[in-house]
């Protein structure tokens, strides 16, 4: 749905030159919900505003849905974006239009005629849930009313793809969640694809489908959720299974082991081989794919003692990893 | 000098001024948007980036604010023949007075704009607005209150400027002070006209304040 290849952005300015992005490639699989996740000045608002060419890129492609938006000319790009949805950190709305004003602005952009506008609106405040505040300013909603209009907003051109700039960034705990929650949901109901950036493990936790982790301009990793979870050298299965250094146990093979689903192969193992198990630590996460952990095991004696065991958790686990 | 004779001096020459300020408020207002909104889209990062154009605008405009009002009105009067046919009266005086206030004016316009948030112009480009949607519906309609409280100093500075519209026979209340108050010492004239400005600027001020008030909502 998605494609990015060789991307790059260089800002130039009086303190040198900033390579914002420097070299990205990533492709978005259509209906997947994908993360790209960052420190702050890692370039994923650069990323993301390259993808509509809200920023030109100096060099590389981007097609979104088939269509090469660098070639566009002005006006192509204008009906392009038309059907690229885009939400903000701190909404964007117009202070001076109400919420359903706020909704009508693409379909206005559009040339949409008055009389249908008016019933589009209604029915995306309504797809948000805002259809009792149509009527009220942006300075008289709350954070998550603010980008639920946002939302309908960038919904307006049944768009296929929607971006996201850190959506969720400037809301308190619950209401992300219920932010993310209606991601999702349009997600699902509307087969939407969508592309977000974040620096808050917390967001790819919860509804993403595939994860980009992004430092310095360029991607270190990428993948499903669930393929990088079963990596051990992971940084996105370190970041969500936060297990400290192993300790230094004498006589014992320290055993780190990502699970998906249950941990019952854990007890599994232990009566197999009849060994003590003992978890020295472990994480277990509820991921938009479904349950994950990774659990830290002792298991007495060296590992060549232990070869049986280990064979079996790795016959039955996603990763294994043995600290020597 | 008696009441019956100064109320038709002070009447007449308070619809000089009204004329005059009302003219000159009207044609400022279309000319320091226009100039206001140029000044921004071709500045760096701007909707139209133009900085050699910019950068002459920007000259033109702080010579026009730089010179005092009472050489302005002198050094234009070819300019203010060539539009109105003639240099002196009231229609005369709404030249310079259009003039002088336009890049007066336009520095606010400039202003009142760069307050709108850049996140909403992204947003709006995002979703495919084009140049003129988003100068219209954006630029302009957020600064909507700037816009007016900008006018609105604009006005009582109108107000000001016309004091010295007597120089080319324009009239109006500040002329009146001049030459009845100051010039033949006629201190009833001159505190009834003193008052009569306070009056204008007054009633100027509460309207624009109303104005803003109502179309702001932050
Ligand atoms: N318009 C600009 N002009 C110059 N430098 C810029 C501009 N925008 C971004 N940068 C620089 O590019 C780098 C990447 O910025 P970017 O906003 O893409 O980071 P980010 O990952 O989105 O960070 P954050 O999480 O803080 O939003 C930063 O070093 C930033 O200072
Ligand atoms: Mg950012």
């Given at each position: 749905?998605?494609?990015?290849?060789?991307?790059?952005?260089?800002?130039?300015?009086?303190?040198?030159?900033?390579?914002?992005?420097?070299?990205?490639?990533?492709?978005?699989?259509?209906?997947?919900?994908?993360?790209?996740?960052?420190?702050?000045?890692?370039?994923?608002?650069?990323?993301?505003?390259?993808?509509?060419?809200?920023?030109?890129?100096?060099a590389g492609t981007i097609t979104v849905d088939g269509v090469d938006l660098a070639g566009l000319s002005e006006t192509g790009l204008r009906t392009a974006r038309q059907r690229i949805g885009m939400i903000h950190q701190h909404f964007a709305l117009l202070s001076s239009r109400t919420a359903a004003g706020n909704v009508s602005?693409?379909?206005?952009?559009?040339?949409?005629?008055?009389?249908?506008?008016?019933?589009?609106?209604?029915?995306?405040?309504?797809?948000?849930?805002?259809?009792?505040?149509?009527?009220?300013?942006?300075?008289?909603?709350?954070?998550?009313?603010?980008?639920?209009?946002?939302?309908?907003?960038?919904?307006?051109?049944?768009?296929?793809?929607?971006?996201?700039?850190?959506?969720?960034?400037?809301?308190?705990?619950?209401?992300?969640?219920?932010?993310?929650?209606?991601?999702?949901?349009?997600?699902?109901?509307?087969?939407?694809?969508?592309?977000?950036?974040?620096?808050?493990?917390?967001?790819?936790?919860?509804?993403?489908?595939?994860?980009?982790?992004?430092?310095?301009?360029?991607?270190?990793?990428?993948?499903?959720?669930?393929?990088?979870?079963?990596?051990?050298?992971?940084?996105?299965?370190?970041?969500?299974?936060?297990?400290?250094?192993?300790?230094?146990?004498?006589?014992?093979?320290?055993?780190?082991?990502?699970?998906?689903?249950?941990?019952?192969?854990?007890?599994?193992?232990?009566?197999?081989?009849?060994?003590?198990?003992?978890?020295?630590?472990?994480?277990?996460?509820?991921?938009?794919?479904?349950?994950?952990?990774?659990?830290?095991?002792?298991?007495?004696?060296?590992?060549?003692?232990?070869?049986?065991?280990?064979?079996?958790?790795?016959?039955?686990?996603?990763?294994?990893?043995?600290?020597? | 000098?008696?009441?019956?004779?100064?109320?038709?001096?002070?009447?007449?020459?308070?619809?000089?001024?009204?004329?005059?300020?009302?003219?000159?408020?009207?044609?400022?207002?279309?000319?320091?948007?226009?100039?206001?909104?140029?000044?921004?889209?071709?500045?760096?990062?701007?909707?139209?980036?133009?900085?050699?154009?910019?950068?002459?605008?920007?000259?033109?405009?702080?010579?026009?604010?730089?010179?005092?009002?009472?050489?302005?009105?002198?050094?234009?009067?070819?300019?203010?023949?060539?539009?109105?046919?003639?240099?002196?009266?009231?229609?005369?005086?709404?030249?310079?007075?259009?003039?002088?206030?336009?890049?007066?004016?336009?520095?606010?316009?400039?202003?009142?704009?760069?307050?709108?948030?850049?996140?909403?112009?992204?947003?709006?480009?995002?979703?495919?607005?084009?140049?003129?949607?988003?100068?219209?519906?954006?630029?302009?309609?957020?600064?909507?209150?700037?816009?007016?409280?900008?006018?609105?100093?604009?006005?009582?500075?109108?107000?000001?400027?016309?004091?010295?519209?007597?120089?080319?026979?324009?009239?109006?209340?500040?002329?009146?002070?001049?030459?009845?108050?100051?010039?033949?010492?006629?201190?009833?004239?001159?505190?009834?006209?003193?008052?009569?400005?306070?009056?204008?600027?007054?009633?100027?001020?509460?309207?624009?304040?109303?104005?803003?008030?109502?179309?702001?909502?932050?």
């Amino acid at each position: 749905m998605i494609r990015i290849n060789g991307l790059r952005k260089t800002y130039r300015g009086r303190g040198g030159d900033v390579a914002a992005v420097a070299g990205v490639d990533l492709t978005v699989r259509a209906g997947e919900v994908f993360g790209v996740l960052g420190r702050s000045g890692a370039g994923k608002s650069t990323l993301l505003r390259c993808v509509n060419m809200l920023e030109r890129p100096d060099a590389g492609t981007i097609t979104v849905d088939g269509v090469d938006l660098a070639g566009l000319s002005e006006t192509g790009l204008r009906t392009a974006r038309q059907r690229i949805g885009m939400i903000h950190q701190h909404f964007a709305l117009l202070s001076s239009r109400t919420a359903a004003g706020n909704v009508s602005f693409p379909l206005e952009v559009m040339g949409m005629p008055r009389r249908q506008r008016a019933d589009r609106v209604a029915e995306l405040l309504d797809l948000v849930g805002l259809r009792d505040r149509a009527g009220a300013y942006p300075a008289q909603l709350s954070g998550g009313q603010k980008q639920r209009v946002g939302i309908a907003r960038a919904l307006a051109g049944e768009p296929k793809v929607l971006l996201s700039d850190e959506a969720t960034s400037a809301l308190d705990p619950d209401t992300t969640g219920s932010i993310l929650a209606l991601l999702r949901d349009l997600n699902q109901r509307l087969g939407l694809t969508i592309l977000l950036i974040t620096h808050e493990m917390e967001v790819v936790k919860r509804i993403c489908d595939s994860v980009a982790i992004m430092s310095d301009g360029v991607i270190t990793e990428a993948g499903p959720v669930h393929e990088l979870l079963a990596k051990p050298d992971s940084a996105l299965a370190r970041g969500i299974f936060r297990l400290g250094p192993p300790p230094v146990l004498d006589d014992a093979t320290i055993v780190d082991v990502t699970v998906v689903g249950d941990g019952s192969l854990i007890s599994a193992v232990a009566r197999a081989h009849d060994v003590d198990v003992r978890i020295l630590d472990g994480s277990v996460e509820t991921l938009a794919g479904g349950r994950a952990g990774r659990l830290r095991l002792a298991l007495p004696g060296s590992p060549a003692s232990n070869a049986a065991a280990l064979d079996q958790l790795r016959a039955s686990a996603v990763a294994v990893e043995v600290h020597p | 000098m008696t009441w019956s004779e100064m109320v038709p001096l002070l009447w007449e020459a308070t619809k000089e001024s009204a004329y005059m300020v009302l003219v000159a408020t009207l044609l400022t207002a279309v000319g320091g948007l226009l100039v206001g909104v140029a000044l921004v889209l071709t500045d760096r990062g701007g909707l139209l980036a133009l900085r050699p154009v910019n950068a002459l605008l920007g000259l033109i405009v702080n010579i026009g604010r730089s010179l005092p009002f009472i050489i302005l009105l002198v050094a234009i009067i070819p300019f203010t023949r060539a539009v109105v046919g003639t240099t002196i009266g009231t229609s005369a005086a709404i030249v310079p007075l259009t003039v002088g206030a336009i890049p007066f004016y336009a520095r606010i316009v400039e202003t009142a704009i760069r307050e709108v948030n850049r996140d909403v112009v992204a947003a709006a480009r995002a979703m495919g607005a084009s140049r003129r949607e988003i100068v219209v519906k954006v630029l302009l309609r957020e600064a909507r209150p700037g816009l007016v409280a900008g006018l609105t100093i604009t006005v009582v500075a109108l107000v000001g400027y016309s004091a010295m519209a007597g120089v080319v026979g324009g009239g109006g209340l500040g002329d009146l002070a001049i030459r009845y108050g100051y010039q033949r010492f006629e201190t009833e004239v001159m505190i009834a006209t003193v008052v009569l400005l306070v009056v204008f600027v007054q009633l100027a001020q509460m309207l624009g304040d109303l104005v803003a008030r109502r179309l702001s909502h932050r």
